[in-house]
């Protein structure tokens, strides 16, 4: 699986192919994002960020959603949510901040569903060289997934979906996991206003350079090389921080 070929397949997959996975994605994401909004789950950064900026702007919105999402789940909500690359916080931020500009943008259901099938396979990309256990925070590749279906949405190239990738990525990729609780929330919102920005920049034509830290030439080595940090670089960090959980 390449960065090119997701691209063919999303624009190629039947679209009967997609929906029973992602229709139940909307749907079940939607519901806990909504019961967040609702009610005072977790620490309610998702309700916080709209009782600030309101909800009239799109970005804003598309921080708030996955947030409550997970302000619900990581405080007990019984709701289900569905995956992405095994995490539930995850699924949620790969889904709501694309229906969130699909809306606003009056997108089709065809190009709504293309565009999260690219967001979820952009993430599941990443988490590929990331691997299933690791102190990266699965949040910034989620929501870097998420841009590039935004980005899909508003009809940008193939080439700013990389650089989206590659601004995001180079940004916060260095944002730790220690463990599922309602912190995930604030992350999620972090993650994705700066997946977001790196969208803005890419469609500028600025893009991190490679020689810039761990960027590379393309933005699938990139991906690897952020991939390697997160495998091999992080394990000691996650020994340190269950040690710390543990109070050894």
């Known amino acids: 699986m390449t960065l090119q070929n997701i691209v063919e397949f ?3 997959v039947k679209l009967g192919d997609l929906k029973p996975i992602l229709s139940a994605q909307i749907t079940c994401n939607s519901a806990i994002s909504e019961e967040g909004l609702k009610n005072a789950w977790g620490t309610q950064v998702g309700r916080t960020l709209l009782e600030i900026y309101g909800d009239d702007d799109v970005r804003v919105r598309a921080r708030a959603a996955p947030a409550a999402g997970s302000d619900a789940r990581m405080s007990g909500c019984t709701l289900p ?7 539930g916080n995850q699924g949620i931020t790969v889904t709501l901040p694309v229906v969130e ?4 943008l009056n997108a089709s259901e065809e190009k709504l ?5 690219l967001s979820n396979l952009v993430s599941i990309q990443q988490k590929k060289y990331i691997g299933s256990l690791s102190a990266y925070c699965g949040a910034v590749s989620a929501a870097t997934g998420a841009a590039c279906g935004i980005a899909y949405l508003q009809d940008e190239s193939f080439a700013v ?3 989206t990738i590659v601004n995001s990525i180079a940004t916060i990729g260095g944002m730790v996991c220690d463990g599922a609780k309602p912190s995930c929330a604030a ?3 972090v993650a994705v206003e700066n997946a977001l920005n790196a969208l803005e920049m890419a469609k500028r034509k600025r893009a991190f350079q490679p020689g810039e830290g761990i960027v590379k030439e393309t933005a699938e080595e990139t991906i690897k090389s952020v991939g390697r940090m997160a495998r091999e670089g992080m394990r000691s960090t996650d020994v340190e921080i269950l040690n710390i959980m543990l109070n050894n």
């Open 10 to 12: 999303v624009n190629e």
């Open 81 to 87: 949510a569905v995956i992405n690359s095994g995490s």
């Open 101 to 104: 500009y699909a809306r606003a």
């Open 113 to 117: 569903y293309r565009a999260l099938a």
């Open 161 to 163: 979906i990389c650089d």
């Open 187 to 189: 992350k999620i919102s």
